[in-house]
């Protein structure tokens, strides 16, 4: 049974960090490229970044996350992170976890390209 569990959300103030972290089950994350993806209220979801099955190949990042977000993995805890600092309000939404049935990332990360998810983790950035 495949699962992956995201959490390390909550609420900060703009300037602030999160680490976001994805347990993952059921499979070994091995083979797997790994992505984060958010999802504001009215706005179709996002990929924010991705990294490789190795984690020593291609990654990618959204422009407006380039320099403050650094995504990682650890393929013998199953873990995959996303360390968020200097977040703004617009990086308000929900974050997912996501499995991509190859072993690098693309030029960028779109939905279509990964086959399995997490329920997601809240960030809210306020104040």
């Known amino acids: 049974q495949l699962q992956l569990v995201e959490s390390g959300g909550g609420l900060v103030q703009p300037g602030g960090s999160l680490r976001l972290s994805c347990a993952a089950s059921?499979?070994?994350?091995?083979?797997?490229?790994m992505g984060w993806f958010r999802q504001a209220p009215g706005k179709e979801r996002e990929g924010v970044s991705c990294?490789?099955?190795?984690?020593?190949?291609?990654?990618y990042y959204l422009d407006s996350v380039k320099g403050r977000f650094t995504i990682s993995r650890d393929n013998a805890k199953k873990m995959v992170y996303l360390q968020m600092n200097s977040l703004k309000p617009e990086d308000t939404a929900v974050y997912y976890c996501?499995?991509?049935?190859?072993?690098?990332?693309?030029?960028?990360?779109?939905?279509?390209?990964?086959?399995?998810w997490g329920q997601g983790t809240q960030v809210t950035v306020s104040s």
């Open positions: 996501a499995a991509r049935g190859f072993d690098y990332c693309s030029a960028d990360a779109r939905v279509s390209y990964f086959g399995a």
């Open positions: 059921g499979f070994t994350l091995d083979y797997f490229a």
């Open positions: 990294i490789s099955s190795s984690g020593d190949g291609s990654t």
